[in-house]
């Protein structure tokens, strides 16, 4: 490639409808807010949301593939400020100097321009974490990267001072909110498409007390993990990594239809060396968890679960060719009773299938009561084209586990909702608040929409009434691109940040 062409971004799904390349670091203050937003929300929403500083360097790109953003709508006294800015990784930094990409293609490193041979590919677009005062930005395939929570500027890269081995780390860490806790591993920890996971624990003031390596049973992306009171959960879904393939150009992920799942399950505080490995369903996948806890002598393990994966990138790669709309899923409960001495999975359905699930803080590791998450909206119009799978979703669910109840907020056709936070109420017997992001066309007609003219807005919604709708509305009078996940962090938390407002 000429150094000095212009190219043009690529007009497939990873860069239109709402995946179309917005670029802009922007900080607004006072947004409209049409209704009231309730006074105890104090504190700010933090936001991933990948976006290209620059044309990529192959058509075939995918949107995980895109530089990390920051976003933060800033939230007190009812008033709402915004402000993004990119996540200045090496790689940003590197491309910004050379005005054009320089990486190629999604986690493979030979794909990449010889400048930049060795250097760290990370974009840390994945998931905002919030542990022991600081600010992280995360991405599975490098270490997180540390951001000053008020100016959103980017410090560097996090490695606990030095202390932690693994050169990943994982985009979703669980925090035990009671301890403070943060658990979290890293895959691939031994290098590209090694089997070496490392499992961490970092205490409440954020030193890392524990990091023991693992191997697992094939080199599998291990989007996300779970903890109970006792134990620490690893499930491992058959999307694997090859060296061959990266080294012909292709593909990280491949799934494969004809390989067992596994859990990985031992003692949270307990030796590498405990883990059992009990084998799941053949060909299932699952990015995330909802939550998990222990009921005696039994773990349940709450799974966003498909029949396959979810992504068609990572179908294709594998030579599984369906339609988005043919992959099935539920929300999946599976129980292991730890007294057996072979233990199986059993497996129920408990919600309607769906990603991108929240639960209370609170209830992390611990049996619980509601779990939000957002769907298809079975009533709805075609859904927004965009995010990473092609496809938005347009339906907020609300499910009370204990007794399977479903509360549904359907959007309008070709309206997008992306994952909300949850925060917590003070008033007892309330469920909290959520928070989320809808994408509205600007023309209400889907006949006349237009791919990626929409306006987005921020919700407040009633945790414990999700189908009342929204109780405010937050307009942007901008066209923000899709959001992957968010976490919420409150005012007492942000005064008492380690880094200050520079
Ligand atoms: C996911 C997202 C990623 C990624 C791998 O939600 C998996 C799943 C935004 O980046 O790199
Ligand atoms: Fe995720």
Avoid at 307 to 332: C, D, K, S, W, Y
Wanted: some cysteine; glycine content about 10%; proline content about 8%.
């Amino acid at each position: 490639m000429d150094g000095t062409a212009t190219r043009s971004f690529p007009q497939t799904i990873h860069f239109t409808g709402s995946n179309l390349p917005r670029r802009m670091e922007i900080s607004v203050r006072d947004l409209a807010v049409e209704g009231t937003i309730p006074p105890e929300i104090d504190g700010a929403f933090f936001r991933a949301v990948p976006d290209n500083a620059h044309p990529p360097m192959y058509d075939d790109d995918i949107a995980l593939n895109a530089d990390g953003m920051i976003a933060r709508f800033d939230i007190r006294g009812g008033t709402v400020d915004f402000d993004i800015r990119y996540v200045e990784t090496d790689r940003y930094r590197a491309e910004k100097t050379a005005r054009r990409a320089l990486f190629g293609r999604y986690r493979n490193p030979f794909t990449d321009d010889p400048s930049v041979a060795g250097m760290d590919r990370t974009v840390a677009n994945t998931t905002p974490v919030w542990h022991a005062g600081r600010l992280f930005m995360t991405k599975e395939d490098g270490l997180g990267h540390e951001i000053n929570p008020h100016s959103l500027r980017t410090i560097g890269k996090w490695s606990y001072g030095g202390a932690l081995r693994s050169p990943t780390f994982t985009a979703h860490p669980r925090i035990d909110d009671a301890t403070g806790e943060l658990f979290f591993f890293g895959y691939e920890a031994g290098g590209l498409c090694s089997t070496d996971v490392a499992y961490c624990i970092a205490d409440r003031n954020g030193e890392l007390v524990s990091e023991q390596w693992f191997q697992q049973p094939y080199c599998a992306t291990i989007h996300d993990f779970v903890i109970t009171g006792r134990y620490a959960i690893f499930p491992i879904f058959p999307t694997t990594a090859d060296l061959d393939r990266l080294k012909a150009g292709g593909a990280h992920w491949a799934h494969r239809q004809d390989l067992e799942s596994w859990i990985g399950i031992m003692p949270r505080y307990g030796k590498v060396e405990e883990m059992r490995w009990i084998k799941g369903p053949v060909g299932v996948s699952a990015f995330h968890e909802v939550n998990a806890f222990d009921d005696g002598d039994l773990v349940h393990i709450d799974i966003c679960l498909t029949h396959t994966n979810a992504f068609p990138f990572m179908r294709e790669a594998g030579g599984i060719h369906i339609a988005q709309q043919e992959v099935r899923g539920a929300l999946t409960r599976w129980t292991i009773d730890m007294a057996s001495a072979d233990p199986r999975i059993e497996e129920r359905p408990i919600g309607p299938p769906g990603d991108l699930p929240r639960i209370a803080d609170s209830d992390q590791g611990r049996p619980y009561n509601h779990a939000w998450y957002v769907s298809m909206n079975p009533n709805g119009g075609p859904p927004m084209p965009g995010g990473p799978v092609g496809a938005n979703f347009n339906c907020l669910i609300r499910l009370k586990t204990g007794n399977g109840h479903v509360e549904l907020l359907g959007l309008p056709p070709g309206a997008a909702i992306s994952e909300p936070v949850h925060v917590p109420s003070a008033r007892a017997g309330h469920d909290g608040w959520l928070l989320s992001v809808v994408d509205i066309p600007v023309d209400p007609d889907p006949a006349r929409q237009v791919p990626g003219e929409y306006r987005s807005e921020l919700w407040v919604i009633d945790a414990g009434d999700v189908a009342a709708g929204p109780v405010a509305r937050v307009r942007t009078g901008m066209a923000l691109r899709s959001q992957v996940h968010g976490t919420w962090v409150s005012r007492a938390r942000l005064d008492n940040s380690v880094l200050r407002p520079d």
